[in-house]
């Protein structure tokens, strides 16, 4: 079955530093990539996603990138905040697939030092 | 629109013991679905429904198992109690069916197995 490996498991960083997530899927016909983020004791949230059609995607200090050929995709988050603190899951999924699912990679925390 | 709401928060049943965890969607919202989490396996995807119908299930045994109401709230059921099934169950909700949408999640439920 699908299987999504991430790296690394932890991260530190200074803040105003980037931070970089990365992501390695086993099925091929993967086509959705999203990443969710959650704070201590919060729910997680969407913060972005991207679709097989295309090979990056931006919203502000956050980017994803994907490598289909390779099967991976990563996460960069530029002029890191300590309000960027948090364990961020990526997951693969199948468009179109009646009986497809959301795999979560194991996820990375995140510490942001002022 | 109120956020996805679930009850109970917190959950302290014995082995062998069977459970309902409830759901309770945003508005307008007609797929739920649900997912384990643990320290040890992070994030995990239970199943799907959409219109009172099982659209998607993950890799768990039988004893998880869920319905839809016609009002779309979502409950899931776990029987024989282990310990291993000690876990925060989260449930989300999107508005249309496929996991590879937005997933709203709700607060969680803890639950406690001893």
């Known amino acids: 079955g699908e299987n999504v490996e991430q790296h690394p498991s932890t991260l530190s960083v200074q803040e105003g530093d980037s931070a970089v997530i990365k992501c390695t899927y086993s099925?091929?016909?993967?086509?959705?990539f999203p990443w969710y983020k959650q704070e201590l004791g919060k729910r997680p949230q969407l913060i972005i996603d991207i679709r097989s059609n295309v090979g990056e995607k931006k919203d502000q200090r956050i980017a994803v990138t994907l490598n289909k050929t390779a099967k991976h995709f990563s996460l960069h988050i530029t002029e890191t905040q300590p309000e960027d603190s948090a364990v961020y899951f990526c997951?693969?999924?199948?468009?179109?697939?009646?009986?497809?699912?959301?795999?979560f990679g194991k996820g990375t925390k995140l510490s942001v030092k002022p | 629109k109120a956020g996805v709401t679930q009850t109970p928060r917190y959950l302290i049943k014995t082995r062998g013991q069977q459970v309902t965890l409830s759901c309770s969607p945003i508005?307008?919202?007609?797929?739920v679905s649900w997912y384990q989490q643990t320290p040890g396996q992070g994030l995990q995807f239970l199943f799907e429904y959409f219109s009172e119908t099982q659209r998607n299930k993950g890799n768990f045994p039988g004893r998880f198992s869920g319905r839809q109401f016609s009002n779309s709230r979502s409950e899931m059921n776990v029987s024989t109690l282990e310990l291993g099934d000690s876990a925060l169950y989260l449930c989300?909700?999107?508005?249309?069916?496929?996991?590879?949408?937005?997933?709203?999640f709700g607060p969680g439920t803890r639950l406690t197995v001893l």
């Open positions: 989300a909700s999107s508005p249309v069916a496929g996991v590879y949408n937005e997933q709203f």
């Open positions: 997951a693969a999924s199948t468009i179109g697939r009646s009986q497809g699912n959301l795999i």
């Open positions: 508005s307008g919202h007609r797929s």
């Open positions: 099925d091929s016909a993967s086509n959705y």
